[in-house]
């Protein structure tokens, strides 16, 4: 018998444990172990029941995702086929009951539904979030759901990947019972209570409803929410064929459509992001024991836009945080937004109001440094400009306890100069939150020259606290998100200016799959702000290199963006953006003035030039060390800049599309359009030399041939 699966018998019931750290995935050996213990228990004459329990903290988190990623780089394709165990499990003569703690997700439902009953706790939840990866359910589930929930549910639920709470489960059929206190002795009685009923209730023999408004609804939300990925309406067919065909040959229609999804590109790239998402806390250097500061106090300087969405964020998480600037006024201005967002979600059913009490009563508003002597971490949130963050982190310097952490967010400036004014440098690092800080799950941690072991480990700690994705990077100018965002941003104005539109630049983008266009982005950031962002940047542009035109005029006409109702594009009340005559105007007169020739401009070169010089950028960050690997680079991209997780982030897209296309459209690029367009030189030799970005570690340490 495996030792991933063991069997117990506890008087008349057969106790089946999972035990496949850390989340019970059905890796290879786990169905095997299982299929053996159920058997073992249907032979015994002394077991009138069966329970499948999960050990550790967790039911079964479904089929082991690293397993998928192996079999798709080996070219497999496919995953297991549990079909033939969840038969057996069903076809078992004595009652199988699936007892539910954590979580129940994908084939760990699965194996749920197979069984003849499930029961949970209160805190345990379940879904199938198999479209987050790209495939379709694989083992049952677009057949059996909507058996016990319905086929407009199951489709909701397949589609949108929703993960329910079991009280919820509960009342929709998908449980049959909640279990309030020990789990397993709940699970024996609960079998023990079920033994002798029969007929046992599978749920293959149920029968499904055809819902063409159900099936309609979701196709509607698939097409809303999952934009561009083929996975969810792969799913709605086999779902349709749940209402339409007898159950085995639903479950055989449903097999082949997974083993179709798991061949696709955007399996790969939604597996590679899963993965790449929970690589970013493996930290090369950062030895794994490396114990964090305690964080339990904060104080944040400056009650902006970022400064109070950042306490928000602190507060969600319970923790204590004072917030500082330096007029009543901006303090109170920044309070009202800080309790509206609260209403918000209050309003919409988000949460009730004792919590967005509580979660007010830990945000405190203050004028002076009362109190910073107390705090864990210092993070400041002010105004972008390096003179005012030196003055800051003076005067923080001298109030903060030894070992506070004092963290900037700032987008772009230079940590090791901030760190330069402090006694401490080793205690400095960026924590880059990106806006609304309260929403946004990307935190860029920005480690300086001096930054101590311990301070990034707190700066990890506290991303993962606040349930965010916190990624190492370097100390470039603009990190690394911000870096490769500008010459993207500079691309799309050179394409305005050579003949398209920012509404067509967009809407290439958006095609593509970006979740916002770049003018778009760029009138919601402010273009006054973009502006002044360049201009303390301004000192580096070589002389005689070209500089997009448009930006200053935009910002000297006071076009700020969504903020002035007028930017790259125009805005009505409700902030709903149409294409400027006006601007489309001027840009014509900027380009003839500036004897720029404007031609008609394909969606293809939009996407090639944008996303290109994008990864060219990448591919330097790379060589330099200011990411710890490609996909650090990616889970950036597709946590925070709206990039398509179904591409798998830049770097990962590089990849699928081959280095080698890239390096030579660079090339004849740099031909066309000079040194801005120069290769960067890990590109030009991974290129030559036939590699992948996500081959670099390997290359890195030496270990590639
Ligand atoms: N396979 C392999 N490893 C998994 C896994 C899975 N299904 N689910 C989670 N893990 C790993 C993670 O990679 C991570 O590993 P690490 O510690 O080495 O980084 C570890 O388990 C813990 O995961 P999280 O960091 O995500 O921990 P959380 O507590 O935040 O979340 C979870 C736990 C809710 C289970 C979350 O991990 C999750 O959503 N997992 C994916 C669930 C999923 O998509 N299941 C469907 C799989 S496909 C399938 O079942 C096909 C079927 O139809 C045949």
């Known amino acids: 018998m495996s030792q991933l699966v063991s069997l117990a018998n506890h008087g008349p019931v057969a106790v089946i444990t999972i035990d496949n750290p850390p989340v ?34 967790t039911f079964v988190a479904g089929a082991d995702i690293n397993e998928f990623a192996k079999s798709i780089s080996a070219g497999k394709g496919g995953g297991p086929d549990l079909t033939p165990l969840f038969t057996a499990i069903e ?45 379709v359910p694989g083992a049952g589930g677009t057949q059996r759901l909507p058996r016990l929930v319905g086929l407009a549910k199951a489709a909701e639920m397949i589609v949108s990947g929703q993960i329910v709470k079991a009280p919820a489960a509960l009342e929709l059929g998908l449980l049959d019972r909640m279990i309030e206190g020990d789990l397993l002795p709940g699970a024996v009685a609960f079998a023990q209570e079920t033994a002798a009923k029969r007929p046992l209730p599978r749920t293959r023999e149920r029968v499904v409803e055809t819902d063409a408004a159900g099936l309609a609804a979701a196709r509607d939300l698939a097409r809303k929410t999952r934009r561009n990925q083929t996975a ?72 902006g ?22 007029t009543q006024e901006a303090l109170d201005r920044g309070l009202v937004t800080v309790r509206r967002n609260y209403s918000n979600s209050v309003a919409k059913g988000r949460f009730p109001q004792e919590v967005m009490d509580q979660r007010m009563a830990l945000i405190h508003p203050q004028l002076d440094y009362a109190g910073f002597e107390e705090a864990d971490i210092v993070i400041e949130a002010a105004f972008e400009s390096m003179a005012v963050k030196k003055q800051l982190f003076a005067e923080i310097d001298k109030v903060a306890k030894p ?29 880059h939150f990106f806006s609304p800080a309260h929403v946004m799950r990307l935190v860029e ?7 101590g072991k311990r301070v990034i480990a707190t700066a990890m700690a506290l991303a993962k606290t606040l349930r965010k994705v916190g990624v190492l990077v ?11 965002m500008f010459p993207y941003m500079r691309e799309a104005q050179f394409l305005v200016e050579e003949g398209a539109t920012p509404a067509q630049v967009d809407r290439a983008l958006n095609n593509f799959g970006m979740a916002m266009g770049i003018f778009a982005v760029d009138d919601m950031g402010g273009i006054d702000l973009n502006w002044r962002v360049q201009q303390e940047y301004a000192h580096l542009v070589k002389p005689g290199i070209r500089q997009p035109l448009m930006l200053r005029k935009l910002f000297e006409m006071g076009r700020y963006g969504q903020k002035t109702g007028r930017g790259w594009y125009v805005y009505d009340e409700n902030r709903k953006a149409a294409p400027d005559p006006e601007v489309e105007a001027l840009i014509e007169r900027t380009a003839k003035d500036a004897g720029i020739e404007r031609r008609q401009i394909t969606d293809e070169e939009i996407i090639e030039r944008c996303i290109y010089i994008m990864i060219n950028e990448g591919a330097r960050i790379l060589e330099e060390g200011h990411a710890s690997r490609a996909s650090d680079i990616d889970a950036i991209y597709f946590s925070g800049y709206g990039f398509p997780a179904y591409r798998g982030g830049p770097m990962w897209y590089a990849d699928t599309v081959g280095l080698r296309k890239i390096y030579d459209k660079i090339e004849e ?17 991974f290129a030559l030399e036939g590699r992948t970005f996500a081959g670099w570690d390997e290359v890195r340490e030496g270990k590639a041939a």
């Not at 539910?100 to 029961?119: F, V």
């Not at 941690?445 to 930054?451: D, Q």
């Open 445 to 451: 941690i920005v480690r300086g020259k001096a930054t």
């Open 669 to 685: 690029f740099h031909q066309k359009h000079g040194e801005l367009w120069a290769p960067a030189p890990l590109l030009k030799r």
């Open 305 to 326: 836009t970022m400064g109070g969405g950042i306490a928000m964020a602190l507060a969600n998480a319970g923790i204590d945080v004072r917030i500082k600037d330096t």
């Open 474 to 484: 370097g100390n470039s100018m603009g990190f690394v998100g911000n870096r490769m």
């Open 232 to 303: 969810p309406v792969m799913a709605l067919e086999a779902l349709e064929a749940a209402g339409t065909l007898p159950f085995a040959e639903g479950l055989k229609k449903e097999r082949e459509l997974s083993a179709k999804s798991l061949t696709s590109e955007q399996a790969s790239a939604l597996i590679h992001a899963f993965i790449a998402e929970r690589a970013v806390a493996k930290i090369p250097d950062l030895p794994k024991d490396t114990a964090p500061y305690p964080l339990h106090k904060a104080a944040i300087i400056g009650a």
């Open 24 to 57: 019970n995935a059905l890796s290879p050996g786990v169905p095997e172990g299982l299929a053996s213990c159920i058997e073992t228990a249907k032979a015994d004459p002394a077991v009138e029941a069966i329970v499948i329990i999960g050990g550790g903290r």
């Open 403 to 431: 070992d506070c952490v004092l963290a900037t967010n700032t987008s772009t400036l230079d940590i090791d100069e901030i760190a330069s004014v402090t006694s401490r440098p080793e205690m400095v690092i960026g924590t």
């Open 91 to 135: 076809d078992s003569p004595k009652p199988v009951v699936v007892a539910i703690h954590g979580a129940a997700l994908g084939g760990g439902l699965e194996l749920a539904m197979a069984a003849h009953y499930r029961i949970a706790v209160p805190d345990a939840q379940v879904g199938l979030p198999e479209a987050n990866l790209g495939i």
